[in-house]
């Protein structure tokens, strides 16, 4: 649980870069800014964020795009600490339940 409320603080940053550059990106660029309105309503964003944080790849340009649609900050910190939360907890499960594999292994 604290290692996924982290991860998700950890994101505000990119979320955070996204609502504080919306003049400057969306203003200048409205053909963008409408693409990523389509986006945002044809899906649930907030199963789609989930998704997107429990797989391990760089994960702070959707917070840059959350933060430019500007995506309700609430909402986006709660996917995002309930998609690392799966995600940290399979990658400790697997460790946990590995260990005794890697001990055998290596003669432990």
């Known amino acids: 649980l604290f290692a996924g409320f982290g991860a998700a ?40 964020i ?9 994960f702070d340009i959707v917070g840059v795009v959350c933060g430019l649609s500007k995506y309700d900050a ?3 910190f709660a996917a995002v600490f309930i998609g690392n939360w799966i995600k940290l907890s399979v990658i400790a499960l697997a460790g946990f339940h590995g260990l005794p594999w890697v001990l055998k292994v290596f003669g432990g």
């Open 9 to 48: 603080l950890g994101v505000l940053t990119g979320y955070a870069i996204g609502y504080g550059g919306h003049k400057l990106i969306v203003n200048k660029n409205k053909k963008i800014a409408k693409k990523v309105r389509l986006l945002l309503a044809k899906y649930n964003p907030f199963l789609v």
């Open 50 to 58: 989930i998704f997107f944080a429990a797989f391990p790849f760089p």
């Open 74 to 76: 609430r909402k986006f």
